[in-house]
């Protein structure tokens, strides 16, 4: 079936560096995208989303951009901080309460 | 607001054991939805609600009941518990369709 996925499970940067998260999707229908953040032991929280007519949106150090050319999206977490180690989710809204989500990739800050 | 709210924490059971997961939310919210979580992996959609008396099945739904009698509240049950059910299960919660889900903290359930 259509997928959401990641390219990487695991991601390693220094502290005050820039992040990049991607993620590769796969049904060319798709129109609406989440960021998830999952700390150790919590839930996910919401980052920041993305709508089809889109190709980049920012939020507090955080910036989404969408390539629907490739069925490619990314998250860029600017000036890493050790607050943002957790594991990283991208989902695909598919509306009526369906979050499809990828395998997550985890970040870790180096100090 | 507490936000959702998940009960127990953790919990273990013996195979063909029951139990239910209470989630509750207090944002009046209409849209809830249940979700597991294995090692290594995102979260898959069980059963979700638009709104009281009425629900669906996601992704895998097999071996989970559930049913949604007021807005707040949204349990998932096991009638026969498995091995295979062992995962942490969070329940989220949203004000529209397609709005943003706010997650709960969890509930951890080992099956032996």
């Known amino acids: 079936g259509e997928s959401v996925g990641l390219h990487l499970p695991t991601l390693s940067v220094q502290e005050g560096d820039n992040s990049i998260i991607n993620c590769a999707y796969s049904n060319s229908a798709s129109d609406y995208f989440i960021w998830y953040k999952q700390e150790s032991g919590k839930g996910p929280q919401f980052i920041i989303d993305i709508r089809s007519n889109m190709d980049k949106r920012q939020g507090q150090r955080v910036t989404v951009l969408l390539n629907k050319t490739v069925k490619h999206l990314s998250l860029q977490i600017a000036a890493t901080q050790p607050g943002d180690s957790a594991v990283y989710f991208c989902?695909?809204?598919?509306?009526?309460?369906?979050?499809?989500f990828g395998q997550g990739t985890r970040l870790t800050i180096n100090p | 607001n507490a936000g959702v709210t998940q009960t127990p924490k953790f919990q273990v059971l013996k195979t063909g054991q029951s139990m239910t997961l209470q989630c509750a939310q207090d944002m009046n919210h209409e849209y809830m939805s249940w979700y597991r979580q294995d090692p290594g992996m995102g979260l898959r959609l069980i059963h979700y609600?638009?709104?009281?008396?009425?629900?669906d099945q996601g992704e895998v739904p097999n071996g989970y009941n559930v049913s949604r009698s007021t807005t707040e509240d949204f349990p998932l049950r096991l009638l026969s518990a498995a091995p295979s059910q062992t995962s942490v299960y969070f329940c989220?919660?949203?004000?529209?369709?397609?709005?943003?889900?706010?997650f709960g903290p969890g509930t951890r359930l080992l099956v032996l």
């Open positions: 989902a695909e809204n598919r509306g009526a309460q369906k979050l499809v």
């Open positions: 989220a919660s949203s004000y529209s369709l397609a709005g943003t889900q706010y």
């Open positions: 609600s638009v709104g009281a008396g009425i629900t």
